[in-house]
């Protein structure tokens, strides 16, 4: 467990960066691509003014040819900031098996600044806790996950397809066990697959009078978009919650232990949103840069204030329209 300090009184800040995906072709000098990301990544520091910087995954694609290239430029990226930084595998980090995926986390972890554990092999790559202590008092723990990359799942007719990852029971119980260590203490947990229930929470939360793909994230704000009870949300739905085809339970488990008051991923790219729902903050982080797919208007990072008062999120968005053109 690594553990960083908070100053009484002050936010500790954490920055989140999601889906970032540029290949080594894309971090060649002069590139789009790069520029956007260096460019988002920039600005979201400066506004944000961290104290830890977290990925919630689809950091590259690891398959792709010179991948350990590539997580050595993103690694360099965030090391010249000279905080402490932190991430979890999503899906495209791990599509090329644990040995791969293991060498490109060395590469990340060659870094000074880089926090991360492989953790215990059998619950995936990269279960880890990073503590927020103030005057030796531990106040926050963020839970870092691996939801790794597709599990078989077999149809109503019997046939067997691939469906997004999810928590596995082991990675239930051991976060049930860190969480009990720490003494219960308020915490988020930070992975890259949504629950199933990110359905569930919007299909609650949205008012379904109207379109959610015609709502910008400013309207968002606005709360007539939202159900009774669920007036506190705010964010877009562009696409489909990639979770794990069925809802096999997973927050309910997390949610039973007590201590996690927010869920934050990525995955999607154009859907922003968070919802309140049975008692659990569930967010998608901003995509920074437009690595893969992005919306332009969904460009930037996802600010967590660690208030003396809990977690707080805030989306901070990049223009990077100059670099588009
Ligand atoms: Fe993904």
């Known amino acids: 467990m690594f553990t960083l300090k908070k ?17 080594d072709e894309e971090w060649a000098n002069g590139h789009k691509n790069r520029l956007i990301l260096e460019r988002t990544v920039d600005e979201l520091v400066r506004k944000g003014s961290p104290e830890l910087i977290t990925v919630s995954g689809d950091i590259s694609f690891a398959d792709h040819p010179n991948a350990e290239r590539a997580y050595e430029k993103f690694a360099s990226l965030l090391e010249s900031y000279r905080i402490p930084w932190a991430f979890v595998w999503g899906n495209h980090d791990n599509q090329a098996g644990a040995e791969v995926a293991g060498r490109h986390a060395d590469i990340m972890l060659s870094h000074e600044h880089c926090l991360f554990e492989k953790g215990d092999p059998a619950l995936g790559m990269g279960n880890y806790v990073i503590g927020v202590e103030e005057e030796g008092r531990l106040v926050y723990a963020l839970y870092m996950m ?18 997004w990852g999810h928590l596995l029971p082991p990675q239930l119980d051991w976060l ?33 009078d109207f379109d959610p793909m015609k709502v910008s994230p400013a309207e968002s704000l606005d709360p007539k978009y939202w159900n009774e009870g669920y007036r506190d949300s705010r964010g877009v739905k562009y696409e489909g919650v990639g979770s794990y085809p069925v809802d096999l339970g997973e927050f309910d488990a997390v949610n039973g232990i007590g201590s996690v008051e927010i869920t934050l991923v990525g995955h999607e790219h154009i859907n922003d949103y968070e919802i309140s729902y049975r008692g659990m903050r569930l967010a998608y982080s901003l995509k920074t840069g437009a690595g893969c797919y992005w919306n332009q208007a969904l460009n930037g990072g996802t600010l967590l204030r660690i208030t003396d008062d809990g977690g707080k999120l805030e989306n901070i968005f990049v223009n990077v329209d100059d670099i588009v053109g």
């Open 7 to 23: 100053t009484p009184g002050r936010d500790f800040v954490v920055l989140n960066l999601t889906d970032t995906h540029l290949t």
């Open 176 to 208: 049930r066990g860190e969480s009990e260590r720490l003494g219960g203490v308020r915490s988020a947990l930070i992975m890259h697959i949504p629950f199933y229930t990110y359905r569930d929470a919007f299909e609650a939360a949205w008012n379904h």
């Open 146 to 163: 691996d939801s790794h990359d597709r599990f078989d799942f077999t149809d109503s007719d019997g046939s067997v397809r691939k469906g």
